[in-house]
């Protein structure tokens, strides 16, 4: 119910209710509030930089109304980073736990009027989604995983989605266009951690200069990676890939393990 409010009290919106509560866009008698926005308020004024919170303290903070599917208020959280806040999960930082995220920085306070509008994004059309997956053979430029391979870590299978080479504000701070070449594919995990501070992508100066470096023989290898458009990858390769995202206690005991299967001392 809405309550008595002062001006200066920027936790709620002009009928007293506070932003994380409303589910009416104010001003309008249907038009939904947005799940995003309320999400985005609740964190704003209820967290402090560097605190943590699970999506079950998301879900009794917003009420019944707010959906109670992990990976739909994945997404949301998701939709918040393209809006300048940073919440990384235990992907990204694992010293948190598997339902865990941490408020690493506030974004845009997007349930403000016309907030969200600033974060308008030029969204790429079905035609340049299957031209940038075509010419990247459909699979993730960042990992190189697939649309039929898994990950290692939870056996959940890939999702690609497009992205940036160099980040769209970058661009235009330079006065300069977007276009095909400056899109990539990734799958939907790399996609979430690719961020602005990414340095610039490989210039072809430079590649073609440490290319002089190579012998014969690398050059005819990182040839034929290069005509199949990925690097195959053997069971030692993936073994490693897994073993590498193990806890460093964890690291060490492989180490010790493949020391001992080999006959190693010392």
Avoid at 20 to 33: H, N, R
Avoid at 201 to 226: F, S, Y
Wanted: proline share 6%; aromatic share 6%.
């Amino acid at each position: 119910m809405p309550v008595e409010t002062s001006e200066n009290d920027e936790t709620r919106a002009p009928d007293g209710t506070p932003w994380w509560d409303l589910t009416i866009q104010p001003g309008t008698k249907a038009k939904p509030f947005g799940q995003e926005k309320r999400l985005a308020a609740w964190l704003w004024f209820n967290k402090s930089l560097g605190d943590t919170f699970t999506m079950r303290e998301l879900r009794a903070a917003l009420g019944p109304d707010i959906a109670d599917n992990a990976e739909h208020l994945n997404r949301r959280l998701r939709e918040l980073r393209k809006c300048d806040w940073s919440i990384p999960s235990q992907r990204t930082d694992s010293t948190l736990a598997q339902d865990e995220y941490r408020l690493k920085a506030k974004g845009g306070q997007i349930w403000l009027p016309g907030e969200r509008d600033k974060y308008k994004k030029f969204a790429p059309s079905a035609r340049i989604r299957r031209l940038v997956m075509d010419q990247d053979g459909s699979r993730c430029r960042i990992c190189g995983l697939g649309p039929d391979d898994t990950y290692y870590e939870d056996g959940e299978r890939v999702r690609l989605t497009i992205g940036h080479l160099v980040p769209q504000e970058r661009l235009k701070s330079r006065g300069a266009r977007d276009d095909l070449s400056n899109w990539r594919t990734e799958c939907s995990r790399c996609n979430e951690t690719v961020r602005d501070e990414v340095p610039d992508p490989e210039q072809l100066d430079e590649v073609l200069a440490g290319l002089k470096r190579l012998t014969a023989k690398e050059a005819g290898q990182l040839l034929e990676w290069m005509r199949k458009g990925e690097r195959p990858r053997s069971r030692v390769d993936q073994a490693y890939d897994r073993a590498r995202r193990l806890a460093a206690p964890d690291r060490a005991r492989v180490i010790g393990k493949l020391a001992e299967r080999l006959g190693e001392t010392g």
